[in-house]
Each structure stands twice: as C-alpha cells, then as structure tokens.
C-alpha cells in the first residue's frame, strides 16, 4: 500500500496535531512577548521616562496582565478541549485517508495473501500503470463459492468515492467451483471488487491516552473504577499528572509574564539577541523542572501536585520579589554583574 497525500492532507493532519505543541508553546511565547517588550523599552530609556513623568512599574503591570491573562483563557481551551478535538480529527482524518488515498502495490511472482477472502499473483506488474500480466486470482469472498479466475492481462485500481480496490481483468477464464460442481466461464472483462474497510478493521491508532482526553472525560476517571481496576495504579497516577497539567501549564503563562517583567528591567541594555538566549534559558529551567515533576509523578514517587505546581510557585515567587525590587529601583549584585557585562552586540561604555 501507498498513500498518495498531498500537502494540504499533510497540513490537515499537523493542524490537527497542533494543539499538543501550542499548549507548551503558548506560555513560552507570552513570556518572550514580555521581556521582549520591556526590555527594548529599558534600552530605549522609555521606562526611564514613564517613571520621570510619575508612572510606577505597578502601574504599569496592568497592561501585561490583561495580555498574560488572555494567553491564560486561549491556553485554557486548548487545554480542556482543543486536544482532545485535535486528536479525535486527526485519528479519524487517519482512517479517512487510508480509506480514499490508497494505491496499491503488488509486488511481481508473489502469491499476494494480504487482501481479505483473495489471493493474488501477477507474473509482472507496472505499479505506475496499475497494469498486470498473467494474473491469478483465487476469491474466496463468497461463503458458497470459490472462483478461480485466470487471465493474461489486467488493471488494477483504487475507487476513492467508494473506497473500493478494483481488479479489472481481461479475456480470461473463471473456474467456479459450487456445491454441485465446477464451472468454467470465459469473460471479456471481469471486475473485483474489494472493499478497502476489510483493510482496516484490524487498523487500531492504539487506545486513547489520558494525554489525548478531554477534561470531562479525565473527571469521569475518577468515577470509572472499572477502567482504574483495568489499567493499573500506574494507569490511575498518569491521570492524575495528566489534570494537573492541564491547569498548570495554562497558568504559567500568566507567572512566565509576571516573571519576565523584574528580569526584563533587570537586564536593560542587553541586546535582544542575548535577551532572547537568557529568556529562553530561563523557561528551559522552568521545562526542566516541569518534566522532573512529571516523570516522578507517573513513578508515584512524588505526589503530582507537588511536581506540577511547584515550577508555577516557584517562579511566581521569584517574579513577585523581583518586581518589588525593580519597583525599588534596587538590583541584585549578581544581576547587576551579568548586566554590565561587556557581550557581544553590546556598546562598551567606559
């Protein structure tokens, strides 16, 4: 089999996919945007100026909060229902493709075994084409009936509107054997048809994954002991990391921005090149610590709330003290160090 895609079925199945990457994505772009932001306004001495005409960093906070805050929203949806939407459509999306894109290849002098109820042989086959030579086929697709059908040339082709494999052979022979004895037809043309679900009734994409669900569906876990009873306490731990991901990662957007902000007044006047290293090195601290919380939370030797939430308070602590001291006008002797270094790309000042 073969699948002729092309690049709008290849987009269809990615945006469909989309949804695992931007829940990750989401607030790492919600902290960029922010530090980003503020730093070249930091650089540019517009923070300096806002402060000289009487504006506090407190009151500045309002208008990254409202952003942070609606990352928190798109992130929320993605999260309760964009991945199990996404996921839903790219398995039946699957199916779909395999059902209407199929082209088959056979391959020459090979007693082809694979196709439900048949048995095919062609001495030399133009996979190009579709075009067959001294074909053989053996249909055993009927309970009564077993036909034998012998011809020298044939075609083969896939129907995508029915999504049926159709074997159109010519000026042959059928050797039909029934219950009162055999048969011998000749035929100018004779079709078989097979239709192409007989492929895919044993197709599974696998059972749905607690990281696939809903959010309904992952609370009607907790009432499913069956399904608990089934999988295992290993199954019943994924679950419970599972939600708690759910709701920790669409927060983190807000505490990523509300962090972003202190470090972004911390270290004005870096370029942005190397504001963009250090801003990714930071959620990279963040990732790491999230897929620590992860890992030992599925090994049941941290408990998932622990794991999960710990980087969100973490940083949210660390960013509140930091807007206190950038409010201050105070720095850090260590943020200070890094941020009179002289880096590339930045002017030395003597």
Not at 111 to 122: C, H, Q
Not at 205 to 214: I, Q, R, T, Y
Not at 215 to 244: I, P
Request: proline letters at 4%.
């Amino acid at each position: 089999m073969s699948q002729n895609l092309n690049i709008l079925d290849i987009g269809r199945l990615f945006f469909y996919l989309s949804p695992f990457f931007l829940l990750l994505i989401i607030p790492i772009a919600c902290m960029l945007s922010v530090f980003l932001t503020f730093l070249r306004m930091n650089t540019d001495r517009e923070l300096l100026a806002l402060k000289s005409s009487g504006l506090s960093l407190y009151q500045l906070l309002p208008a990254p909060a409202v952003f942070c805050l609606l990352c928190v929203l798109l992130n929320l949806v993605i999260s309760m229902y964009g991945l199990s939407f996404g996921m839903d459509r790219f398995r039946k999306t699957i199916l779909e493709l395999a059902r209407t894109k199929t082209q088959l290849v056979l391959q020459p002098g090979v007693f082809n075994k694979d196709f439900p109820g048949l048995v095919v042989y062609a001495m030399r086959v133009d996979s190009v084409r579709g075009e067959l030579s001294t074909v053989f086929v053996r249909d055993g697709t009927r309970e009564d009936i077993t036909a034998t059908i012998l011809a020298p040339k044939g075609r083969v082709r896939t129907d995508p509107e029915k999504g049926e494999i159709v074997f159109a052979l010519n000026n042959g022979k059928i050797y039909r054997r029934e219950k009162d004895g055999v048969s011998v037809l000749g035929f100018g043309e004779y079709k078989v048809r097979l239709n192409l679900s007989g492929f895919l009734q044993g197709f599974d994409l696998g059972e749905v994954k607690p990281k696939e669900m809903s959010w309904t569906r992952l609370r009607a876990l907790d009432k499913d002991t069956g399904t608990r009873e089934k999988h295992g306490a290993n199954y019943a731990r994924k679950v419970a990391v599972e939600k708690h991901k759910r709701l920790a990662l669409p927060l983190a957007c807000l505490v990523l921005g509300l962090f972003a902000l202190p470090m972004a007044g911390a270290f004005g006047g870096m370029s942005r090149h190397w504001g963009l290293i250090l801003a990714l090195g930071f959620f990279l601290f963040y990732y790491t610590l999230l897929s620590l919380g992860l890992s030992m939370g599925e090994a049941g030797s941290l408990s998932p709330a622990v794991g999960l939430w710990f980087p969100n308070i973490f940083f949210l602590l660390a960013g509140v003290f930091g807007i206190r001291i950038t409010a201050r006008e105070r720095s850090l002797g260590l943020l200070d160090r890094l941020r009179h270094l002289n880096l590339p790309g930045r002017p030395h000042v003597e």
